[in-house]
């Protein structure tokens, strides 16, 4: 079984600035592609920003010169710093994983952790 944990959520002020962490954790054979999601409340789920195992990374408009995704592939750890943060970046944020479990036969698999919740006030 594969599990992803992330830390690092919480409340900071309009242009202050926090990092989230995932770090993925279980059977792990390898690891693809890992990004980073948020929910707003009654809002749809949205990508921000993903990264995959050679580096090369991926973010929404909104988010560009702001945010920046970076990963540990020895740690299986996936980061995200959140600066000049904004109250419409306020949400639930998940992490995600493309992950082949036990061995390279496995098929790869989406796996999500459960959510920090990021608030920003203004």
């Known amino acids: 079984q594969v599990q992803l944990v992330e830390s690092g959520g919480g409340l900071v002020q309009a242009g202050g600035s926090l990092r989230l962490s995932c770090a993925a ?8 592609v890992m990004g980073w999601y948020r929910q707003a409340p ?13 580096g090369g990374t991926n973010y929404t408009d909104s988010v560009k010169g702001r945010f920046t995704i970076s990963r540990d ?8 710093q ?14 995600n994983a493309d ?24």
Do not use: H
């Open 42 to 54: 009654g809002k749809q789920r949205e990508l921000v920003a993903t990264i995959t195992s050679g």
């Open 25 to 32: 954790s279980g059977s792990i054979y390898s690891i693809n």
């Open 82 to 95: 959140m600066n000049s943060l904004k109250p419409e970046d306020t949400a639930v944020y998940y992490c």
């Open 99 to 122: 992950v082949r479990a036990v061995s390279w036969y496995k098929p790869f698999l989406q796996y999500w952790g459960q959510g920090t919740q990021v608030t920003v006030s203004s």
């Open 73 to 80: 592939n020895a740690k299986n750890t996936v980061y995200l």
